[in-house]
């Protein structure tokens, strides 16, 4: 079992940036990949970025690419996602997740509660 607890959520003006954390615990933490997925109101979660075990690879979805960016500190178990030029668009809650392969893009096994982001025009 992975356990999973975001931080960083807030309220931010449009164009500006926020910095969330993700704490893992419960496994060789540079064993598995870790994702950020969103949820905004009356919408499906959604795939935002995600990181391989290593750090090496990074994915992002189109829409925020050039302003989000995720990193992992697996020293510290810790996984980020710096977002910048923040748009109301970007308004959801803001899920971490684990993954039983070290690698990109797989399946997403083990979920966070959440942090919600809102951004305000």
């Known amino acids: 079992q992975v356990q999973l607890v975001e931080s960083g959520g807030g309220l931010v003006q449009a164009g500006g940036s926020l910095r969330l954390s993700c704490a893992a615990s419960g496994r060789t933490f540079s064993n598995f990949a870790m994702g950020w997925f969103r949820q905004a109101p009356g919408k499906e979660r959604d795939f935002v970025a995600d990181v391989s075990g290593s750090g090496g690879s990074t994915s992002y979805a189109d829409s925020v690419k050039g302003r989000f960016s995720i990193s992992r500190d697996n020293a510290k178990g810790l996984v980020y996602l710096q977002m910048n030029s923040l748009k109301p668009e970007d308004t959801a809650v803001y899920y971490c997740?684990?993954?039983?392969?070290?690698?990109?893009?797989?399946?997403?096994?083990?979920w966070g509660q959440g942090t919600r982001v809102t951004v305000s025009s």
């Open positions: 997740a684990a993954s039983r392969f070290s690698v990109i893009r797989a399946t997403y096994d083990y």
